[in-house]
Structures are given as structure tokens and as C-alpha cells.
């Protein structure tokens, strides 16, 4: 299984970035995705989540309202749109994929990191 996550970048406070995470190797509408991010200094912790079937969302407090997730699965690929970014969320963000439903927090496969960098 590979997960590859792209579409990072550097922008200012208050723009928009969209990352992806192409897949390959897995039933790809089976897994639940999520998108993950470690800033320095601190734990990598959950962004968003999706079910296999596209039907349900999830999302950290601080990405509702700003922040879409959503997934092709005829594409084998999820997005992440990022808007009204702010400095806190500059980190590496990383797609993830699992087994289990979205309740269940635990993912098997992970993708490399990508940089998002938001300057005030």
C-alpha cells in the first residue's frame, strides 16, 4: 500500500490550499481516510476524516467551518481544502488509511508528509 500526499505549499494568513493523497495498492472505497499534521515541537494530531463511501465526515475542532475533506474514490484520491489559513496551522500534514470505520481513530497506512507553511 501507498499513500502519496501532495499539494503543500507556502502561503499567507488567510489564503487557500488544497492537498491531495493518491493511493494505490488497496480497495481504495474500503478504507477510511483521514488527513493527520505534527507541527514542530508537538504530537501529531487528526485533522479530518472520511468514510470509505464518501458519506461521513469528520473534523477537529479547529479545522470545522475552514477546512473540507472529500474523496473520488473512481480517482483513487482525497482532497483537503484548506481556507482562511492560519499561522497555527503550519505543519506536515499526512494521509492516513484504515481498515476500521471512522469511529474507530486507528489507521494502518500512512503517506509522507507534506509542508504547509502559513505566514502572517
Known amino acids: 500500500v501507498q499513500l502519496q500526499a501532495s499539494g503543500g505549499g507556502s502561503v499567507q494568513a488567510g489564503g487557500s490550499l488544497t492537498l491531495s493523497c493518491t493511493a494505490s495498492g488497496l480497495t481504495f472505497g474500503s478504507y477510511t481516510l483521514a488527513w493527520f499534521r505534527q507541527a514542530p515541537g508537538k504530537e501529531r494530531e487528526f485533522v479530518a476524516g472520511i468514510s470509505g463511501n464518501g458519506d461521513t465526515t469528520k473534523y477537529t475542532d479547529s479545522a470545522k467551518g475552514r477546512f473540507t475533506i472529500s474523496r473520488d474514490n473512481a480517482k483513487k484520491v482525497m482532497y483537503l481544502q484548506m481556507n482562511h489559513l492560519k499561522p497555527e496551522d503550519t505543519a506536515v500534514y499526512y494521509c492516513?488509511?484504515?481498515?476500521?470505520?471512522?469511529?474507530?481513530?486507528?489507521?494502518?497506512?500512512w503517506g509522507q508528509g507534506t509542508q504547509v507553511t502559513v505566514s502572517s
Open positions: 492516513a488509511a484504515s481498515i476500521w470505520a471512522l469511529s474507530a481513530s486507528s489507521y494502518h497506512y
